[in-house]
């Protein structure tokens, strides 16, 4: 469990370190940050001699790659933009409704059945959008493009057959030409910060093991830590995001805000709980369904 806790942990401390990229543009963060990150994850296989594994990648992988890469570039820059822009608690917001929208893209995709208890909670969520939506005189597009780009990666990463680094390898790999191209031209042209001084170029640079670090202890939580476990950690994440949007960046947050984000947060009780039990039923029903002398034996 430690490993879950700091991967959602690290993760609730990004609006700190990319608040700190402010310097630069959104779209060379994330140039920067997709390079560096593929640079680590190329340092840690061939230290562990596992480089060679990438030749074997079929072309049906490498797309379900491409697409992966497209969600999660398209995630970054739209989290790098709100939290340079001053919308920590909107960028919170997406990762709070993230499971929501992974229900809804299962019913829509997938056609799944959903409980009553699923339906309950999509409709708070939706209502929920529509009171912030109010509030904000728009609908909230940064947590929306974050929760649907972040689904979206996760569907794909639920049938990419590749473990976790090879994943980001992959990733990376079709990224990087076209990150190297951005960060190229912003440089010939004069609007690169990224040589502007040692301490840009320094955090440029940590944007890589920044992103990984917590990549590599989720992998291993999820090795090892049952699955509703995970599903309650998730929450610390965007938990500790908003924390730092009200309390440190000092976002406002009038009544209207509150009220939204309450509906939120009772559309994921009620999904949580929901989970949880269906969870411990297939417990039970797998225990009862076990042999005999497995239940008797010892």
């Known amino acids: 469990m430690t490993f879950g806790t700091s991967a959602y942990f690290l993760w609730g401390l990004f609006p700190a370190f990319f608040g700190l990229l402010a310097f630069a543009s959104p779209g060379e ?17 061939a230290v562990s001699g596992r ?11 490498w797309r379900l790659a491409a697409v992966a890469s497209a969600a999660i570039t398209l995630n970054w820059g739209v989290y790098v933009y709100g939290v340079i822009s001053g919308h920590v608690v909107e960028c919170a917001l997406g990762y ?6 992974t229900v809804a893209f299962g019913v829509v995709i997938f056609r799944e059945r959903l409980t ?4 309950a909670a999509l409709t708070l969520g939706a ?27 996760g569907l794909v990463k639920k049938v990419i057959p590749l473990d976790a680094l090879r994943g980001i390898a992959a990733e990376g790999i079709v990224a990087a030409p076209f990150a190297l191209a951005f960060a190229i031209g912003l440089a010939v042209t004069g609007h690169s910060d990224f040589t502007s001084s040692p301490a840009h170029t320094a955090l440029m640079a940590a944007t890589g093991p ?4 917590p990549l590599l202890l989720f992998a291993v939580a999820a090795q090892r830590v049952a699955l509703s476990t995970m599903g309650l950690l998730q929450y610390l994440t965007p938990a500790l995001q908003m924390a730092w949007g009200v309390a440190v960046a000092h976002e406002p947050m009038p009544a209207s805000r509150w009220a939204g984000f309450a509906l939120i947060w009772a559309a994921l009780a009620i999904f949580t709980t929901d989970a949880l039990q269906r969870t411990r039923r297939a417990r039970r029903a797998s225990h009862a369904d076990s042999p005999a002398s497995d239940r008797l034996s010892g």
């Open 29 to 45: 963060v994330v140039a920067q940050r997709i390079v560096w990150t593929l640079v680590v994850v190329l340092a840690v296989l």
């Open 51 to 61: 480089v060679r594994e990438l030749r074997g990648i079929g072309g049906r992988v």
């Open 96 to 101: 709070f409704i993230n499971p929501l929208v």
């Open 116 to 119: 009553g208890a699923q339906w």
């Open 127 to 153: 209502t929920a959008v529509a009171v912030l939506t109010v509030d904000y005189g728009r609908p909230p597009i940064i947590a929306l493009a974050l929760a649907c780009s972040f689904a979206t990666y």
């Open 210 to 213: 920044v992103t990984l670090v």
